[in-house]
């Protein structure tokens, strides 16, 4: 079976940290691309970070870049995402998702989790004072 689980959302004051962690298992995690997409109240789903099957690359929305660092320990098959100088548009339940491609959406990055072949349940994130 395969699971997607994260984990590390919760509630901070604008300009705080999280660390989001996503653990896999059932499937072969280091021949997939990760991503993490979001969704925020009353707004569409939103990519936010792609990385690579070996994470020697990786891929930032422009909303994020700078401030999100997207890591993975194939070791353990867990996917990571350091979100620092966190802002209140940041608010959204974000997911974690699996794909043999980097870019699944026909050649572009996509936040709709059915392009993907896998993803979790989501974890909350919200950023406010």
């Known amino acids: 079976e395969v699971q997607l689980v994260e984990s590390g959302g919760g509630m901070v004051q604008p300009g705080g940290s999280l660390r989001l962690s996503c653990a896999t298992s059932g499937f072969t995690f280091s021949t997939y691309a990760m991503s993490w997409v979001r969704q925020a109240p009353g707004k569409g789903p939103e990519w936010v970070s792609a990385?690579?099957?070996?994470?020697?690359?990786?891929y930032y929305a422009d909303s994020v870049k700078g401030r999100f660092t997207i890591s993975r320990d194939n070791a353990k098959n867990t996917l990571y995402l350091q979100m620092n100088s966190l802002k209140p548009e940041d608010t959204a339940l974000y997911y974690c998702a699996a794909s043999l491609v980097v870019r699944p959406g026909g050649g572009r990055y996509s936040g709709y989790l059915a392009e993907y072949d896998y993803w979790g349940q989501g974890t909350q994130v919200t950023v406010s004072s």
């Open positions: 990385i690579n099957r070996g994470g020697g690359n990786t």
